[in-house]
């Protein structure tokens, strides 16, 4: 498995939840980070992006001042803070990467090669 993603659970409406993604890749460093959502009966959507050093970031306007994406390249690893929760966020939570060169930007599912499982992330009102 490269990519494994954690943090998922039930919280509360207003609450916050911070995600991981640990990728087993080479050259983590070079890699574009996402994470994206997908709840029952819909699409997967974006959710966040991270580029590769030097970091940009990238949210869907539905998240935009709530969650935060952030990576740690010494420890492989990507974050989503999620913070003031409503329970449309609730949806299974995946995160994805691919190598990327500096100027890409990726924010489609089609984009990407290497995905985690996903964890469930419920949110109760």
């Known amino acids: 498995v490269q990519l494994q993603a954690s943090g998922g659970g039930l919280v509360q409406a207003g609450d916050s939840r911070r995600l991981s993604c640990a990728a087993a890749?080479?050259?983590?460093?070079?890699?574009?980070m996402a994470w994206f959502r997908q709840a029952p009966g819909k699409e997967r959507e974006f959710v966040a992006a991270?580029?590769?050093?030097?970091?940009?970031?990238f949210y869907a306007d539905s998240v935009k001042g709530r969650f935060a994406i952030s990576r740690d390249n010494a420890k492989n690893t990507v974050y989503l803070q999620m913070n003031s929760l409503k329970p449309e966020d609730t949806a299974v939570y995946y995160c994805?990467?691919?190598?990327?060169?500096?100027?890409?930007?990726?924010?489609?599912?089609?984009?990407?090669?290497?995905w985690g499982q996903g964890t469930q992330v419920t949110v109760s009102s």
């Open positions: 994805a990467g691919r190598p990327s060169i500096l100027t890409a930007i990726y924010i489609s599912p089609e984009d990407y090669d290497r």
């Open positions: 890749v080479p050259s983590f460093s070079r890699f574009f």
């Open positions: 991270i580029s590769r050093n030097p970091s940009s970031t």
